[in-house]
């Protein structure tokens, strides 16, 4: 899968776990297990986007 690829599927599942923490929001309902996917899916696609810049920048030095 390319990182183009990747980034979409992240952005795509952040999105539908928004979407199912605001349901449960709105039922009044325990949302932590979403909460923590949420925050796990921003971390990966946060190292996915930091990787690409540092590469880009390390690989012009050479």
Request: net charge positive; no cysteine.
């Amino acid at each position: 899968m390319s990182k183009i690829q990747l980034h979409k599927s992240i952005v795509h599942e952040i999105g539908r776990v928004n979407d199912r923490i605001d349901i449960k929001i709105l039922r009044g309902k325990s949302y932590q297990r979403e909460a923590e996917r949420h925050r796990m899916l921003v971390v990966q696609l946060g190292r996915l986007e930091r990787g690409g810049i540092r590469s880009g920048w390390f690989s012009s030095l050479f």
